[in-house]
């Protein structure tokens, strides 16, 4: 049994040429069912992060209507940076302040795998750990068809060692695509119940770039969860942008129109009167994540999810 380490892993990171085939290409993106919703994932510029060129993926988490105003805090995962080579993907680690091996393809069934664990934003760290790494276990390596497409697949298990932590893809991974029940393995011991680390992916729905596009469900790929305001009262009322950093801007035609901005866990955080025109509601000061905004005025009593970048 080959063991795959870190440090001969760490060597490989010095190439400098990006295997487009190895993991997604610029404008690739994901769907993933989530508990609550859908995740979305796209790759949106490329970069250089310590004399690297890579790219970064950007994980939005669109929650259904129903659960947002449930309280359920959901908030989008972090934006990653992947470097790729010819049979590896690694990753800019924020725990290590530096790039570590995420997706290996060289390998075979037997071997070992030990790989650096990841940010704390994938979950809460069990103190009782005292190594820095994981390890899994190459169950099989196949070439397998994903509706057009043909990738290879890697399947892995992970492995329980005292003092390490336990991650997992919870499944295989495979070319272009990564892990196909979330991008990033999640930690088995150390989530929290109805918190971030415990909105793990569950499985792909969708994954698309310029030569492939790979469908596993029936239904539409984000289950028409839209994370933009749907507005049937366009005559009345328009609300931009959303995803929003800073101003929220409301362009009101109706008088006596009030918004009431709460939390997802519904606690009221502003309420403002609006001007018969375009008015905005100031963000600058609030943290990133989803908050609900009631609006009524005499003619609409409608609720509309913002997301805060």
């Not at 005292?130 to 990738?151: M, R």
């Not at 933009?228 to 929003?244: F, G, M």
Request: hydrophobic share 35%.
């Amino acid at each position: 049994m080959k063991w795959v380490t870190i440090i001969i892993l760490s060597l490989l990171i010095t190439k400098t040429t990006i295997a487009q085939d190895t993991f997604a290409p610029i404008n690739a993106q994901w769907y993933h069912n989530m508990k609550y919703g859908i995740f979305h994932s796209y790759v949106d510029i490329d970069t250089n992060i310590s004399g690297k060129q890579c790219t970064r993926i950007n994980q939005t988490a669109i929650e259904t209507f129903f659960y947002s105003l449930a309280g359920l805090n959901v908030n989008n995962l972090s934006s990653i940076y992947v470097h790729n080579t010819s049979d590896t993907v690694f990753i800019y680690n924020d725990y290590f302040k530096k790039f570590t091996p995420l997706y290996i393809f060289n390998v075979n069934p037997g071997d070992t795998i030990c790989l650096p664990i990841f940010p704390t934003a994938l979950g809460a760290l069990n103190f009782s750990i005292t190594d820095s790494s994981f390890c899994l276990i190459v169950d099989s390596v196949k070439t397998e068809l994903f509706d057009t497409t043909n990738l290879k697949t890697v399947y892995t298990k992970p492995l329980s060692i005292a003092g390490k932590a336990v991650y997992d893809w919870d499944g295989p991974y495979a070319q272009k695509v990564g892990g196909l029940k979330s991008i990033l393995p999640y930690c088995r011991t150390c989530t929290f119940t109805l918190s971030d680390s415990y909105q793990n992916q569950y499985g792909l729905r969708c994954y698309n770039d310029k030569i492939s596009s790979i469908r596993l469900t029936t239904e539409s790929c984000d289950k028409d969860i839209k994370l933009a305001v749907e507005n049937e009262e366009q005559n009345i009322l328009n609300i931009y942008p959303n995803p929003v950093k800073d101003m929220l801007y409301i362009d009101n035609k109706q008088s006596n129109t009030i918004t009431e901005l709460f939390d997802c866990a519904g606690k009221l955080l502003q309420h403002q009167s609006l001007n018969q025109s375009v008015d905005y509601i100031d963000l600058r000061n609030f943290q990133p994540g989803v908050y609900i905004l009631h609006i009524t005025n005499d003619v609409m009593n409608k609720v509309y999810r913002i997301s805060k970048e």
